[in-house]
T-cell receptor
Framework: VTLLEQNPRWRLVPRGQAVNLRCILKNSQYPWMSWYQQDLQKQLQWLFTLRSPGDKEVKSLPGADYLATRVTDTELRLQVANMSQGRTLYCTC?????????????FGPGTRLTVL | SQLAEENSWALSVHEGESVTVNCSYKTSITALQWYRQKSGKGPAQLILIRSNEREKRNGRLRATLDTSSQSSSLSITATRCEDTAVYFCALDTNAYKVIFGKGTHLHVLP
């Protein structure tokens, strides 16, 4: 059974344009939702963990700027701006907060972004 | 520098053979996880081994953890072509995030 749905699954992004990604949680038993980026060399990096509707966070990393929003108990969004290199964004969910709680983390299918 | 690092970028074995992927780390952990990522898919957790555990098994998979040397290994026995994937070690810390290594590309040949 799929726990997470991500859309779009891929997107061509003109340089300088922002893109909005969505992640939908299918099982409320795993309410801790996170975003990870995976670069072209396959390095995975945690970006955000958002638990409650209304939570928002921003982050700037080499190659992209991010704004994450927990919209509802089942929807997480990510805006990606100023992207200079392609990457894949993964949404994850877990039953408890990451790090120190031994929570199993489940990854979605990912959204692949390519810079035009 | 990397806090978690697998010691091989790529490994090749023939079907039926055993293989071990090693990971070293440089920070205090509460647990260490092993993930597998098949081509075009998101990572999937294989084993979580807590800092007070030394060994964990899951079918053909066996993970070990040595906190004194800050190292872990993942062994796969009787490999199959479908085990071909990138294998990551990932650190659970008290910083409320998971830190991934760069991954080992495993190719299982027929």
């Amino acid at each position: 059974v799929t726990l997470l749905e991500q859309n779009p699954r891929w997107r061509l992004v003109p340089r300088g344009q922002a893109v909005n990604l969505r992640c939908i949680l299918k099982n409320s038993q795993y309410p801790w939702m996170s975003w990870y980026q995976q670069d072209l060399q396959k390095q995975l990096q945690w970006l955000f963990t958002l638990r409650s509707p209304g939570d928002k966070e921003v982050k700037s990393l080499p190659g992209a700027d991010y704004l994450a929003t927990r919209v509802t108990d089942t929807e997480l969004r990510l805006q990606v701006a100023n992207m200079s290199q392609g990457r894949t964004l993964y949404c994850t969910c877990s039953a408890d907060q990451l790090g120190g709680n031994y929570a199993e983390q489940f990854f979605g299918p990912g959204t692949r972004l390519t810079v035009l | 520098s990397q806090l978690a690092e697998e010691n091989s970028w790529a490994l090749s074995v023939h079907e039926g053979e055993s293989v071990t992927v090693n990971c070293s780390y440089k920070t205090s952990i509460t647990a260490l996880q092993w993930y597998r990522q098949k081509s075009g898919k998101g990572p999937a957790q294989l084993i979580l081994i807590r800092s007070n555990e030394r060994e964990k098994r899951n079918g053909r998979l066996r993970a070990t953890l040595d906190t004194s040397s800050q190292s872990s290994s993942l062994s796969i026995t009787a490999t199959r072509c479908e085990d071909t994937a990138v294998y990551f070690c990932a650190l659970d810390t008290n910083a409320y995030k998971v830190i991934f290594g760069k991954g080992t590309h495993l190719h299982v040949l027929p």
